[in-house]
């Protein structure tokens, strides 16, 4: 059972209960209070009791939302709940359960925290308003946080005048009793108060205090001569030139000492050296050895003879003015692989201080030591390259131009490379940047300049970066590079002759890693054989330099083939692959390792059947020559000269000579016939039988061999006959059939009228073609084909044709010509 609260505290509480009821004319359900208050120190145990006025069930709850609490009964109309080791601020609250009506609950609120500690650290200053009154003001720390509600008074002592102290609450200063001022506030920290400048001394305390005690601190003395702060100047906007700006400066009290700042960047300040001068209250200030086309800050503040510094100023600023850029732009350049005759410049944008103002516009020129100027362009001011011809001895100037003028030129050699020149290049790489060393193995002339580029792999053109070094620089450090790039980097040595060496290389060992991804696959299958095209990896996830390529080949039965592929190729080719299913994908390598697979891809490679590609492909040929050949021969100019050439080198059908009168007595003979291409050439003999010979010109019989045939019955072989007979015309146009035997002439007629007259016609006709028949001058035109038939004479014999009854019908001679 819980100890009976004092006896004061009772009366209190019955006293409030009275006293509520007058009050509000009505008796409340319950009264509650603490046993060490409402305010405790943190930590501290205490009980909470409730009172109750009802016959209802009690109880008692805490925090919010209520929670039940279990409490002890100490007589029916009295109950407490004990409280360990309060930590923090804590409702209670106490109601009655009754069936007809719950009254209303009655409650309290707990405080827990700590007495106020003693203020230290007190610090005051005076500020000079006028040459009458002044302002003090003073803060301190208050030491632990109390987590009550704290009071704080200023207790001030003035020496020789009584001080005039006023407390500052947002409304104008109200006189107080001296030495003691109340600052309201729930966190007190610091107090401001008017005193006049007559107040040379003054002694100043801070008292605070709160539900559970007070403090004091012990008195801080100051002399306000010591403590006096002017008022923070006022600066004008300042008027410049390039190189200094004028600023007015204006304060309401006359200074000993003015301190200017200046600054181009925020938070960078510097004090300008000769500022700390003696300031009336208008002053114009001169700023100079500042840079031209330069944003600058500017700021002051000021000191009495003794005091402390004012406060800086508000910040006022202006530009300079521009000049004419003072150095050469930083430019190289570098030659396209496929155009010889020009080259490509680069340059980098001047800063600021190289600038000295706004370019407006960059001046490319071409010179030639023979005839000068040869080519100028004006670009842009966001330009940082251009493309321009040039010439064996050519040199380009680039220029940058501002609203001032122009800069200094910078010439463009284009460099040889120096014969049997060696540079050797050590290279050292981590996570900080690219160290490189450089030795040149043969002693020659001083180098002019030292050149080191470098760009990412196939980027050349579109992200150069260069670093140019002075002639006896041997060492360079490349930094911001990005780890997951591959990179290219070139060191040249220049000469004064328009020479150079220059070693190349690929930065294997910065801080590389394994491709994050594979290559992306295509492919074309051509019945055995696949071409297999793969995509260049993203330059994000390269992770470095591609070493090479992996081509992997998985057929039915898990077998795997892997080749091997340079880093510069994209395409490769698999052949004679067997028949089936397999699956393809390609891997990507780096001095780290091997990128994951990508995608794997399916190919199905198919037997050879049917018919081959390479005989159909054959016959298409073949067919198309042929329809192409069987079109030019329906033209008649074409027709008409295959068919004499058909004629020249095929048999003539002619009659069976067994059965003519001539032929029977030459069989009677010796069975040999020459016959001559001229009558004028035939040697007639005893043995040879006549030869009818129809020839169309004496000069082109002369252009043919003798013909021979020779016959003999009685031997195994087979008469010898003319393949052709030929038509003999001389030169009225008149035919004969001109036969020899002996040096005599016997004709033959056997060609009938008409068709001699056809032939005759048939020549003319050749005659008039322009020069269509100058090819064939001196090949033998053959006989024309006129159709043959036999007109029964005597006795027919069938299977038997005779000379005798041969007639030649030359009426069809030109119909298929």
């Not at 200094?408 to 690219?434: C, F, M, R, S, W």
């Not at 013909?707 to 030169?731: C, F, H, N, Q």
Request: proline residues 7%; hydrophobic residues 40%.
């Amino acid at each position: 059972m819980a100890a009976i609260p004092p006896k004061w505290s009772l009366v209190y509480v019955v006293a409030l209960m009275l006293l509520v009821q007058l009050c509000t004319g009505k008796t409340p359900a319950c009264v509650s209070w603490s046993s060490a208050g409402p305010v405790v120190r943190l930590g501290s145990s205490l009980e909470v009791y409730c009172t109750f006025n009802c016959e209802c069930e009690h109880s008692m709850y805490t925090e919010h939302p209520p929670a039940l609490q279990r409490h002890t009964v100490v007589n029916s109309s009295t109950t407490y709940v004990r409280v360990d080791n309060i930590t923090k601020h804590r409702t209670f609250s106490c109601l009655c359960l009754c069936r007809a009506l719950t009254p209303d609950p009655c409650g309290l609120d707990i405080w827990a925290g700590y007495p106020p500690e003693r203020p230290r650290n007190i610090r005051c200053s005076y500020k000079v308003v006028t040459n009458q009154t002044g302002e003090v003001f003073c803060s301190w720390e208050r030491g632990l946080k109390t987590h009550l509600k704290d009071t704080a008074e200023l207790w001030c002592v003035s020496c020789h005048l009584v001080c005039a102290i006023t407390r500052v609450s947002g409304d104008l200063p109200q006189p107080w009793p001296p030495f003691k001022i109340p600052i309201r506030g729930a966190d007190p920290q610091s107090a401001r108060f008017s005193v006049s400048t007559k107040v040379h001394f003054i002694s100043v305390r801070v008292r605070t205090h709160n539900a559970l005690g007070s403090a004091m601190s012990p008195p801080a003395n100051y002399t306000l001569s010591n403590i006096a702060i002017p008022s923070a100047p006022v600066l004008e906007r300042p008027q410049c030139t390039s190189r200094g700006c004028a600023i007015r400066v204006r304060q309401p009290l006359r200074t000993q000492h003015l301190a200017v700042q200046y600054a181009t960047e925020p938070g960078l300040w510097t004090t300008y050296p000769h500022s700390d001068v003696p300031v009336a209250l208008d002053q114009l200030l001169s700023v100079w050895s500042l840079e031209p086309y330069r944003l600058y800050h500017f700021r002051a503040r000021a000191k009495f003879s003794t005091g402390l510094w004012s406060d800086w100023s508000d910040v006022t600023h202006s530009w300079t003015q521009e000049e004419a850029p003072a150095r050469q732009l930083d430019v190289w350049y570098t030659q396209p692989p496929s155009d010889v005759k020009s080259i490509r410049l680069y340059w980098k944008p001047m800063n600021v201080t190289h600038a000295r103002g706004k370019i407006v516009v960059y001046l490319v020129a071409v010179h030639s030591s023979e005839s000068g100027l040869v080519y100028a362009a004006n670009l842009s001011a966001e330009a940082t390259s251009a493309s321009v011809a040039f010439c064996a001895r050519c040199h380009v100037t680039v220029s940058a131009l501002n609203s001032k003028g122009m800069s200094p030129p910078a010439n463009i050699t284009a460099y040889h490379t120096k014969a049997l020149a060696q540079l050797d290049v050590q290279v050292k790489a981590d996570e900080h940047g690219v160290a490189l060393w450089w030795r040149q193995a043969e002693r020659a002339t001083a180098p002019t300049a030292h050149v080191v580029e470098w760009y990412p792999d196939g980027l050349k053109l579109q992200e150069l970066h260069w670093l140019r070094l002075n002639g006896e620089a041997r060492q360079a450090v490349i930094k911001g590079l990005n780890a997951s790039e591959c990179y290219e980097v070139a060191v040249y040595v220049l000469h004064s002759e328009g020479l150079m060496t220059t070693r190349s290389f690929r930065l294997l060992n910065i801080s590389q890693s394994v491709p994050k991804v594979g290559p992306s696959v295509q492919h074309e299958v051509d019945f055995n054989r696949v071409a297999v095209t793969w995509r260049e990896l993203p330059r994000a996830q390269r992770g470095g330099c591609i070493t090479e390529y992996t081509i992997y080949l998985e057929d039915a039965t898990g077998s795997v083939q892997q080749y091997s592929v340079q880093a510069a190729k994209r395409k490769f080719f698999l052949e004679d692959l067997p028949p089936g299913a397999h699956s393809l994908w390609v891997t990507a390598w780096t001095a780290q390792g091997e990128s994951p697979v990508a995608q794997k891809v399916k190919i199905l490679i198919r037997a050879a059947d049917g018919i081959p590609v390479l005989p159909l492909v054959l016959c298409l040929l073949l067919s198309a020559a042929a329809l192409l050949l069987l079109c030019v021969c329906q033209i008649a100019a074409v027709k008409r000269r295959v068919w004499l050439l058909f004629q020249r080198f095929m048999l003539q059908v002619v009659p069976d000579p067994a059965n003519s009168k001539w032929a029977k007595e030459c069989t009677q003979g010796k069975g040999e016939i020459k016959l001559q291409p001229q009558a004028s050439e035939v040697v007639p003999t005893e043995e040879v039988e006549p030869i009818i010979s129809i020839i169309t010109d004496m000069e082109e019989v002369s252009n043919h061999n003798t013909v021979e045939a020779v016959s003999s019955p009685a031997g195994p072989s087979t008469p010898r006959w003319p393949l052709t007979t030929y038509i003999k015309g001389d030169s009225n146009g008149s035919e004969q059939t001109q036969a020899s035997l002996d040096s005599s002439a016997t004709n033959v007629d056997y060609l009938s009228t008409g068709c001699q007259e056809r032939r005759l016609a048939m020549e003319e006709e050749d005659l008039d073609e322009e020069g269509e028949e100058e090819e064939f001058a001196q090949i033998l035109t053959p006989l024309p084909n006129c159709s043959m038939f036999t007109e029964p004479v005597g006795p027919q014999i069938i299977g038997n044709l005779t000379l005798d009854a041969v007639r030649i019908d030359c009426s069809g001679i030109f119909e298929n010509s």
